[in-house]
């Protein structure tokens, strides 16, 4: 389980089973009666038999399973290896029987039976398609059970022993209950949905026609959100761009202005501590008002006239206001923050908030697992897709950041192309919309000999930010100029500021 670290807590899920069988006790130094004991791992032979048997008797159904049923959710090493190599050739588009998995499958038989032998047996007493799934979730929920029971005996050790950083130890935890309920999480039945979703498509249709907004985060940008559709639940959102094109600076003003609607916010900052990220929101906040602006470096600096402290203090209470929620823990994985993200959920439930969106700053920097070791696009693929299931589970919309790679540079015309993200293929196939920052100000200012007619064009769009629409699952492909100011991190489309687009 990813949640928990390999070098830590060993290799537990490979080791679950001789845990199981050795049987084990543990007895804390502190009080005698607290004894834990662990013998018969709950499972059930005969229904991963009659799984095994419907699968090899109908390749058909494996494709009805394989989404949820897993490998490792097999109790018996024989099964699980006879129901991997099996799904591995249907995805192949090849036959999966005894014939075709009996030089495939390097586990032993039982005693006195071939592997070949044990297949055809299990293919005689089959379950029905029709009892198929009800003992398919049955293996995953004993699954859960002996995870659930390794688990508490690898964190009990642990927490005894000392050794181990509490909040750390509790972040784990919650990573890794949260794999175990995704694996326990049944799929909503798609004919039963079908009416809830028709219901909400007509409400959603029946509103815009009246003239009303979509009930859904908006960015506050208002030709992007006639793009984009706003920032939609289950979506996910890649913002990219290079250092200095204004990433935080979007990120602060779409996150400051979802909240503003009455949505809830969560911010996992991997790089910028929360300190910073606050500064930032009370100067985008502040630059709203009249009177002098308010930068975010001068609120870190304490750099401040009376006047601005003044606009500082109002501007301050108001932000407090915000349901924002900020973590700056550095490292987390994609399932940590999932499982922050849920308890940021649970919080502004009950205050009545429903949590829209969801920021990750940013991609680079989350933890990867072992999985792909030393496959970077691999293992950002996997990021990607775990924060795109995140985004499904909870119903919320995630905006990832990310980092464009340096081929940009080398161009004479810097504004980004889908090319330009790093490692980009898995990213571009996971994400629902692409949103490519370019403010070209950025590069009139490091021109190392500008000439006047240079010069006069960094002043006529010192503000300009370009946000390009690479990929839109829900819309058109556009480019979009905005205002922008990089010291107080106002951002607002140009009409909205009496000025042309």
Known sequence: ????????????????????????????????????TLNEPPENIKAEQLVIGALLSNNDLIGQVAERLKPEHFYSPLNSEIYREAKALFYEGRAANPVTLKTRVTAQGPKGQSVPQYMMACTVGAASPMHLHEYADQLIELAVRRNLMVLSGSVASRAMSGAANTNELLEEIDASILELRT????????????????????????????????????????DLDNSMTGLRPKRLVVMAGRPGMGKSQAMVAFARRVARQGYGVGIASLEIDRQEWVSRLISAEAALGHGEKIT?????????????????????RSTSDLPVKITDAGGLSAAQIEAKARLWKSDFERQGITLGVIFVDYLGLMRKSDRYRGNLVHELGELVWALKSMAKRLDICVVLLAQLNRAVESRDDKRPVMSDLRDSG????????????????Y??????????????????????????IGKNRLGPCRDHTVYCSVETGDIASKSQRGMQA
């Open 1 to 36: 389980m990813p949640g928990l670290d390999s070098h830590r807590c060993g290799s537990w899920r490979r080791n679950r089973k001789a845990s199981f069988e050795r049987g084990w006790k543990m007895t804390p130094n502190i009080n005698q009666s607290s004894v834990i």
């Open 183 to 222: 694996d326990i999480e049944g799929s909503e039945d798609t004919a039963a949905a079908l009416p809830a979703v028709v219901s909400e498509l007509e409400a959603n249709i029946v509103s815009r026609m009246n003239g009303e907004d979509a009930k859904v985060p908006l960015t506050g940008l208002t």
């Open 296 to 316: 975010y470096s001068d609120v870190q600096n304490g750099k401040l006239t009376d006047q601005q402290f003044l606009k500082f203090q109002k501007y301050s």
């Open 426 to 441: 898995s990213i571009e196939e996971h994400a629902d919309q692409v949103l490519l920052l370019y403010r070209p100000a």
């Open 443 to 468: 590069y009139d200012a490091h021109d190392p000999n500008p000439s006047h007619e240079a010069l006069e064009k960094y002043e006529r769009r010192a503000n300009d930010l370009l946000i390009r």
